[in-house]
C-alpha cells in the first residue's frame, strides 16, 4: 500500500491535508464532540465541462454511479448497507462539480468510504439501468415545467450566458436526454473521475491518519490522469435582456440578474454582505420594502453566483402577474438605495447575521466537510472558519458601497420572467 506523501499541512489546529502519489487530495474536520461523520467526495465534473450535444452528461453520470459498483453490485445493495446503520446518502451536480456524500455515525465513516470509493472507481454502467435511469431523468426534467421558480432561474442563466454550458440547464434537456449514448457516459467517467479532479473530504468524530490510510486502501491504486477542461465563459452577444417565458401561472415569477465576480475574488466578502443586507432573511432590504411594507410579494431573495472565471447576483421575486412591472423597479430601486444609505448599523446587523450562519453550520458534520472539499476542489486552498470571520469583521461601508456599485450595472442587467404575459409589460423598465 503507498503511503501519502507527507508532510502533512494542518490549517489551523481542526483541518488536515493530505495528498495521495496519485494525486488525490484527503481533507479532514476533526469535530471530537459530534456523533456523526460526513464523507464528501468531490469531482471536477459538471456542466462546464460538457459539449452543447451532449448537455446534462455529468447529471445523468450522477445518476448512473448509484446504480450499482463492483463491491455492491446493485443499487439496492448500496442503499441496504447505508440505511442499515441509519445513515444516508445522496448526491448533486453543479456547474463545475459533482459531489457524493455519506452521512452516517461515526463509527460507520470506514465502511461508507468503502462504499463511495466504489461508485467513484468502479461503477458497473449496466446498459440496462442505464436505459432504466435515462426514463427517471426525463421525469426530473419534466417536473421543472411544473416549477415556475425553477424555470425562471434556468431562464435567467440562459439570458446571462447566452449559447453556452453556463447558460444551460445543469440537467440538460429531454431532447439530448434520450440521446445520450451508454459510450458517451463512460467515456466521460473515464475523462473526469481521475485522481487529481477528486477531493475527499470527511468531517466528525474521525482521525486524520485512519482515513488517510482507508482512502488510499480503495482509490490509491488508481491511475493519475489528468482531467478534461471546463468551457470558459464567453462574451455577452447582443441578443435581448430579457426573455419572457409564456405560461398560465397565478403568479409572476421574476429573475433580475447582474454580471458579479469569479470565485475567490479579493472582494467576496464584501460581496456576501452585500447580498445578504439586500435579500437574504425576513430583515433584507427586499424582504422588508416588497413584502412586509408593500404586501407586493410572498417571496423575494437574492443570490451570488461564482464560477472559476465570472459570477452573478440574482433578484428573484413571485408576484401578481399585472405588479411584475413594479416589483422589477422596486428591486432595482432597493439594489440601489442600498448602495447609497448603508450605515455602521445596518452593515454590523449583516455581519452578525453572516457569522452567524457561518457559526451555526460548523456544528454540522456535513456542513463542514462541504466547507473543506468545495475549497478545496475549487480553489486548491482553504480559508479557515475562524479566517473567514476575521475577514467579514474587517468589511468596512465604503467597502459595501464600492462593491455595490460595481455590481450595479443596469446596462448589463437581465431579466427573465415567467408568467401569462409578453414582454412589453416591461417596456419602461430601462433594461
Known sequence: MKKAKQPLETFDQTYKRSVLPNGLRIITGSMPEARSATISMYVGAGSRYE????????HFLE??????????????????????????????????????????????????IDILSDMIDAPIMDPKELEKERLVILEELAGIEDSPPDIAAILSDETLWPGQPLGRNIGGTPEICRKLSHQSVCDYFSSQYVPENIVVSVAGRVEHESIVEEIDRW?????AQEPAPYRPVEPRNSTPRIQIHEK??????????????????????????????????MSSRLFLELREERALVYDVHS????????????????CEPESANLVAQLCLEEFEKLINSIDDEELTKGKQMVKGHILLSSEDSRSVSSWLGAQELLLGEITSIEDTLKKIDMVTVDDIKKIGERLFQPNKATLAAVGPFTKDIFKNLGL
Not at 415569477?253 to 445578504?276: K, M
Not at 443570490?303 to 433578484?315: A, Q
Open 51 to 58: 459539449e452543447d450535444d451532449e448537455a446534462g452528461l455529468s
Open 219 to 223: 482509490l490509491g491504486e488508481k491511475k
Open 248 to 281: 398560465d401561472s397565478e403568479q409572476a415569477h421574476l429573475c433580475i440578474a447582474f454580471p458579479g465576480f469569479p470565485r475567490g475574488n479579493q472582494d467576496r466578502y464584501s460581496a456576501s454582505l452585500f447580498n445578504s443586507l439586500l435579500g437574504e432573511g
Open 303 to 318: 443570490w451570488l453566483g461564482e464560477y472559476k472565471d465570472t459570477g452573478s447576483i440574482t433578484i428573484y421575486a413571485g
Open 63 to 112: 445518476h448512473m454511479l448509484f446504480k450499482g459498483a463492483s463491491r455492491r453490485p446493485t443499487a439496492r445493495d448500496i442503499s441496504l448497507e447505508i440505511d442499515s446503520f441509519g445513515g444516508n446518502h445522496n448526491a448533486a451536480t453543479d456547474r463545475e462539480l459533482t459531489v457524493y456524500y455519506a452521512r452516517v455515525p461515526w463509527w460507520a465513516a470506514n465502511t461508507s
